[in-house]
């Protein structure tokens, strides 16, 4: 703003000196014709006013810069009145996928009742906006054996952390408390995208995968963004917003571009046809622009819906490993 205003400055008073010349012109000029003397149009007295006046302005063009305008190349932030600020302000709706808000420890709490391996089916029933986006999104975050449309099959599962590890999985329900449970995001990718997985209990936020079969690119996923709805009798859910870092592919494989996902998911308790316990799920996926690490989440460029059906393996056992599942039975319960 303040170089704006500068170089209005400027124009201004150019402007205002081209019209003290021209003025000068024409005055020497009439008195030219007048006095029929061949004398040079503008004398040596004028032109020392004239260029007297031209340096004047520009010395106080030049000394009237505002010192609160500090210089871009210098600058680590946008600049402005009361100094350096984030280099998001002044983005509508921007969020900073560098800068996690998670917090650390914290995970989408599931049942206790959803401990051990589940089988999944899950769909796409509708695409809006860019659907090269969506789908390339869809893929990143573990979809791709199988077409855009077409149904996945998988197997899935819950477990409990040990206790020093420091999850927060507590929650109430119905006046009591209970041990939750988390997603085994790692086993769950490599059961989906069929492929080497990189998750860690002790870092919840963050995973990485093998994108191709070569195993030269890896797919970095971080949760930046979370929102929680404990289990509750109407059901649960979370809000995600994702930074992922992937090969920008072709010529340029060896470059890594980030993209910004958000997922938001809301289960319930359902029944199948046979009377047996099921959990249904509508998933929403929004890709947003990001530019500079800065995502534009006011404005998705694409948003896919999926619905999600979970159902119990029949051949639900239990391990020892207290790190992968819950050396306990099932408890029925909620």
């Known amino acids: 703003m303040c170089l704006y205003v500068r170089h209005n400055s400027v124009h201004v008073a ?8 021209y003025a000068f012109q024409s005055v020497a000029y009439s008195q030219h014709k007048l006095k029929q003397e061949h004398e040079p149009i503008m004398s040596t007295k004028s032109r020392r006013f004239f260029l007297s006046g031209l340096m004047t302005m520009g010395a106080y063009v030049s000394s009237s810069q505002p010192s609160n305008c500090a210089v871009y190349e210098n600058s ?3 600049q402005g009145k009361g100094g350096v600020v984030s280099r998001v302000e ?41 659907v ?75 995973l990485s995968y093998v994108e191709d079969k070569r195993g030269e690119n890896m797919v970095d996923i971080t949760v930046v963004q979370r929102k929680l709805e404990l289990p509750n009798e109407k059901g649960w859910g979370f809000n995600e917003l994702y930074r992922i870092s992937s090969s920008a592919g072709g010529a340029f494989e060896k470059n890594k571009v980030e ?62 490993n207290a790190k992968e599942l819950l050396n306990r039975p099932l408890n029925n319960e909620v």
């Open 14 to 21: 150019l402007f205002i000196l081209l019209l003290l010349n």
């Open 259 to 320: 993209r910004a996902v958000r997922v938001q998911r809301r289960y319930r308790r359902a029944m199948d046809d046979a009377g047996n316990r099921t959990v249904e799920a509508l998933e929403i996926m929004k890709t947003y622009r990001v530019l500079d690490g800065v995502a534009g989440i006011e404005m998705p460029t694409s948003t896919t819906k999926s619905q999600i059906r979970l159902t119990r393996e029949m051949t639900y056992k239990t391990t020892n």
């Open 132 to 206: 090269g986006q969506a789908e390339k999104a869809w893929k990143l975050l573990g979809g791709g054996n199988k077409g855009f449309r077409e149904e996945e099959r998988y197997i899935t599962r819950f477990i409990v952390p040990e206790i020093n590890l420091g999850v927060q999985n507590n929650y109430v329900f119905d006046g009591k408390e209970y041990e939750g449970s988390i997603l085994d995001r790692g086993y769950e990718m490599s059961q989906r995208a069929s492929t080497e997985t990189v998750w860690r209990i002790d870092s919840l936020n963050d």
């Open 90 to 130: 002044g983005i509508g709706g921007g969020f900073d996928i560098r800068t996690p808000t998670t917090t650390e420890g914290q995970d989408v709490i599931y049942p206790a009742s959803m401990v051990g391996p589940w089988k999944c089916s899950r769909i796409v029933i509708s695409v809006e906006g860019d």
């Open 76 to 78: 680590d932030g946008l």
